[in-house]
């Protein structure tokens, strides 16, 4: 077995596949130490600048003083402290939803809700480029699985009109991962009221960014609706780590019963609960930070002008540029890197073959000289490197 596992290993290595950590000797921010290297870094989902911020470290220092450093056990034991309860009250109200749910992480939040919602028998409708958790949810619900093309709602209609089963969940990502364009969430809900079935959200891209006051997606599109289930993540804009899911009451009280990586895990630290309370408030009061967030945006799409890459039509803070082949993706990265900024080659089988890309992503931490370096940067290797 090791033997092969190595042979795999030098395979990808010779497809430009192998990926590689880089080791980090500072906080998680728009400069960052890496590999022993400073860089600027347009790498990191931390889309409010919050993973550093000073008053969140002294609300978690603060916190670990009170409720110790771990939860002990299951939350259905003894392992569900007061902040983590006042902290699912919080985004709940946040959200604009009856209640919530914490999980670990997104990708335990979306295979623990989806692998209890749905069982053998239902069905669940999923677009082509959700993220793997969300597939990896479907698969460990033993429902049906039908993928449909990306943001497609005419496919999804008629793969809903020859549907017989008994419960049927539309699963999308609001953001996506790697496009950075958002799915037409209401399109999707009128679907879930003409067919009966409901919406499953991950909104993991769209939290602290979108919206009214950084609510995220549903308030984006003005949207409210018992069919609706959102998943939202901690560590991307909120800083920090976790995840919740919100939905009706009996959505959540069922969860609590149901999903296996909620019933079975231990919860994150309270701590980090308390911290998150803090979090969501700087979230909150921080229209600002979006509104810079924006002109950022708006700066690099009106900026960078390039011959033969192309950056996709995305108007989020995940702006990828489309290079194409796996080598010339990461050449790109290694020239940047070269210039002192850190942006990630994006390559298969996280997006289809063929569309490598860096995937820049910006943050409210960011100048506008960061940003003007980057085209700048860009521009120069376009020169350099294509032919
Ligand atoms: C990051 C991400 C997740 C997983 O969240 P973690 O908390 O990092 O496990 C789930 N869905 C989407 C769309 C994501 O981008």
Sequence with gaps: MLASLQQELEQRKADGLLRQRRLLDSPQAEHI???NKP???FCSNDYLGLANHPVLVEAMQKAAGVSGVGSGASGLVTGHHRYHDDLEKQLAAFV????????????????????????????IFADKLNHACLNDGGYYSLAEFHRFPHNDVCALEKLLQISTAKHKIIAV???FSMDGDIAPIPEYLALCEKYDAYLYMDDAHGFGVLGKHGKGSLSHFNLKSPRIIMMATLGKAAGVAGAFVAGEQVVIDYLIQKAKSYVYSTPAPPALSATLAASVKLIEQGDDLRANLNHLIAYLKDNLKLKKWQLMASDTSIQPLIVGGNKEALALSEYLQTLGILVPAIRPPTVPVGTARLRISLSAAHTFEDVQKLVAAIHQAENELVA
């Design 39 to 41: 860089y600027l870094s």
């Design 33 to 35: 130490v890496a590999n």
């Design 96 to 123: 604009n939803l009856p209640a919530a749910l914490l999980f670990s992480t997104g990708y335990m939040a979306n295979i623990g809700a989806l692998g209890a919602l749905a069982g053998r028998g239902d069905a």
């Design 173 to 175: 990502d609001a953001v």
